[in-house]
T-cell receptor
Framework: AQTVTQSQPEMSVQEAETVTLSCTYD???????LFWYKQPPSRQMILVIR??????QNATENRFSVNFQKAAKSFSLKISDSQLGDAAMYFC??????????FGGGTRLMVKP | GAVVSQHPSWVICKSGTSVKIECRSL??????MFWYRQFPKQSLMLMAT?????????EQGVEKDKFLINHASLTLSTLTVTSAHPEDSSFYIC???????????FGPGTRLTVT
């Protein structure tokens, strides 16, 4: 069974600085997808970034980028120039070709002004 | 595009009654919808996978007779919590996958409180 582990229950970052959230996963599949979702206090799940396992290039979306290490089964999220609105729960998720997503336990990110 | 709605957003019901939660894909057709449950300060746990026109597939430990799922059309799936009890109180989130594509789009969730 696939598992997703987020080892940091809480992280804190100063506004305008950079923070990295960690995620590791376990799978025997060779083709899969990885996601980072943001869940603000409204609890609406918002897709931050996605990565296809077959792509070697790390995905980037504006201030958000990932470090995807397939061999190490690691998928970290870097948030640059942190903003107050980035404060939320962040979930790493794993999925295979449109099937169910397996979520990590989440990391609560606090942004200090 | 890719908007998923849920109704109601918040519901309180008495123990022993049933409550239905609707999940709709507003601007796309969804062959597959997923139902998740989230307890406070915890992650999302998949309850079941729902495919249009067929029976839902439930995860281990989820009572299919208690959590009835119907996916009657390509834009609507419903979750009915039957004979609700206080331990069923939780946040229920649905997601939908488009006919083409691997991405899931999430609804805003439904907070269920059973008194």
């Amino acid at each position: 069974a696939q598992t997703v582990t987020q080892s940091q229950p809480e992280m804190s970052v100063q506004e305008a600085e950079t923070v990295t959230l960690s995620c590791t996963y376990d799978t025997s599949e060779s083709d899969y997808y990885l996601f980072w979702y943001k869940q603000p206090p409204s609890r609406q799940m918002i897709l931050v970034i996605r990565q296809e396992a077959y792509k070697q290039q790390n995905a980037t979306e504006n201030r958000f980028s990932v470090n995807f290490q397939k061999a190490a089964k690691s998928f970290s999220l870097k948030i640059s120039d942190s903003q107050l609105g980035d404060a939320a729960m962040y979930f790493c998720a794993y999925g295979v070709a449109g099937n169910m997503l397996t979520f990590g336990g989440g990391t609560r990110l606090m942004v200090k002004p | 595009g890719a908007v998923v709605s849920q109704h109601p957003s918040w519901v309180i019901c008495k123990s022993g009654t049933s409550v239905k939660i609707e999940c709709r894909s507003l601007d796309f057709q969804a062959t597959t919808m997923f139902w998740y449950r989230q307890f406070p300060k915890q992650s999302l746990m998949l309850m079941a996978t729902s495919n249009e026109g067929s029976k839902a597939t439930y995860e281990q430990g989820v009572e299919k007779d208690k959590f009835l799922i119907n996916h009657a059309s390509l834009t609507l799936s419903t979750l009915t919590v039957t004979s609700a009890h206080p331990e069923d109180s939780s946040f229920y989130i649905c997601s939908a996958r488009a006919l083409q594509g691997h991405e899931q789009y999430f609804g805003p969730g439904t907070r269920l409180t059973v008194t």
